[in-house]
């Protein structure tokens, strides 16, 4: 039986996360980790999991640091001084309608007030059958309390529930830690 590169790859990125992840919450304060952020490449493994091509918007992105994953991507951020693409509100994001071919909210969803605005934002500038990609917390764990801006957690079953009142497909949610995974299409 043949094994395929790319099998192995997938299964080498699973164990070294999972290796990461629990070594990260045995020794959190570890200088090892330091320069290390395993919610990256949790997001990373998410990200090698859906294959599209096309625009990718990156609603709450930072710095852009999962932009060397597509070829083409914008970021869009409220603070300036991370030097975003294009600063705005996620709330009413400055972009035409079905634009997007892959939509990533990561770590947004827990910071609005109004969630339901922002994954109809979202699902307007996607394409039909655009991949979104969301990370938020889970309803318990030390992210909560970390954060004086976090407004909402989830479990898996309240954001199927948030993302399928708001017309997603959810292909798959995952919890990992604290943190709820899910990869969604736009119907």
């Known amino acids: 039986m043949e094994v395929k590169k790319n099998s192995i790859s997938n299964l080498f990125d699973k ?10 919450h045995f020794i959190p304060n570890s200088k090892l980790f330091s320069r290390i952020d395993t919610f990256d490449y949790r997001k990373a493994f998410f990200i090698k999991s859906v294959s599209v091509r096309g625009l990718c918007v990156d609603i709450g992105s930072g710095k852009g640091k999962y932009k060397r994953y597509f070829d083409d991507y914008l970021g869009l951020d409220l603070l300036r001084e991370l030097k975003p693409d294009i600063v ?28 339901g605005i922002l994954l109809e934002e979202a699902k307007r500038i996607a394409k039909d059958k655009a991949k979104i990609i969301i990370s938020t917390l889970y309803t318990s764990g030390a992210s909560i309390i970390t954060d004086p801006e976090h407004k909402h957690c989830y479990n898996e079953e309240l954001l199927r529930r948030a993302l399928t009142s708001h017309g997603y497909r959810v292909l798959e949610i995952k919890r990992i830690s604290d943190i709820i995974y899910a990869i969604c299409e736009v119907k």
């Open 15 to 24: 164990i070294f996360l999972k290796l990461i992840a629990k070594l990260y």
């Open 88 to 115: 705005g509100d996620f709330h009413k994001l400055p972009f035409k309608d079905n634009i997007a071919e892959i939509v990533l909210l990561f770590d947004v969803l827990e910071h609005t007030t109004n969630y």
